[in-house]
């Protein structure tokens, strides 16, 4: 069984859309998590880290649910420029310190 | 601007050949990692360093490597290495196991031919 399974995707939307992204992890002993951006052939770079109360960054909300080991990443008023891979992202600190564990990604195309 | 770097940033190597990637942090994160990223896949973990000890994950090939001979620079090194092992190899760091999360160099592009 895979540590983060994510939605496979890809998501092909308009530009102002709204969109959401989810992601399922295994162990319930994770600790932190995030969702990074990975453009094609690029390094991934965080998006932005999930707290358990949920967060917002401008157009982008993440959500955590730790009784379901489930979060979510919503994005409203696509823009062209949000077209990327969206890895979720779990720190496992259970085990091996430090180690984050990724899922496949999803791929977002934002169509004008 | 304090960042991690890597070089260089594409590298073609012959079939067999030796073949060395390099990483240099100026974060002064005490935890750099190595990992190996396929066309569509998630990154996967080679191994890491946390300050001198170093860690590899149960699965990784012999054939790699790694050396840290200070706290700024840590080398992948591929031994011999084959077709399968082309891919991105991306080289991250972090501060007592990345409860922040990551920072993420530009990668390495390897191709074997």
């Known amino acids: 069984r895979k540590e983060v399974e994510q939605d496979p995707g890809p998501f092909n939307v308009p530009e102002g859309a709204t969109v959401a992204f989810n992601c399922t992890y295994s162990?319930?002993?994770?600790?932190?998590f995030f969702w990074y951006r990975q453009d094609c052939r690029k390094e991934p770079k965080l998006l932005m880290s999930?707290?358990?109360s949920g967060n917002e960054d401008g157009r982008f909300t993440a959500q955590l649910n730790r009784a379901s080991q489930y979060i979510s990443l919503l994005i409203r008023d696509s823009k062209l420029s949000d077209s990327a891979t969206y890895l979720c992202?779990?720190?496992?600190?259970?085990?091996?310190?430090?180690?984050?564990?990724f899922g496949r990604g999803t791929q977002l195309t934002v169509w004008p | 601007d304090a960042m991690v770097i890597q070089n260089p940033r594409y590298q073609v190597t012959q079939f067999g050949k030796p073949v060395t990637l390099s990483c240099s942090q100026t974060l002064n994160h005490n935890v750099m990692y190595w990992y190996q990223q396929k066309s569509s896949q998630a990154p996967k973990l080679l191994f890491h360093?946390?300050?001198?000890?170093?860690?590899n994950e149960a699965d990784t090939p012999d054939n790699f490597q790694s050396r840290r001979p200070n706290t700024s620079f840590c080398f992948l090194d591929i031994r011999s290495p084959g077709l399968g092992d082309a891919a991105m190899y991306l080289c991250?760091?972090?501060?007592?196991?990345?409860?922040?999360?990551?920072?993420f160099g530009s990668g390495t592009r390897l191709t074997v031919v």
């Open positions: 991250a760091t972090s501060r007592d196991g990345g409860i922040g999360g990551y920072t």
């Open positions: 992202v779990v720190n496992d600190r259970g085990s091996t310190l430090g180690r984050l564990y």
């Open positions: 360093y946390y300050d001198k000890d170093f860690n």
């Open positions: 999930v707290y358990s």
């Open positions: 162990n319930s002993a994770s600790q932190s």
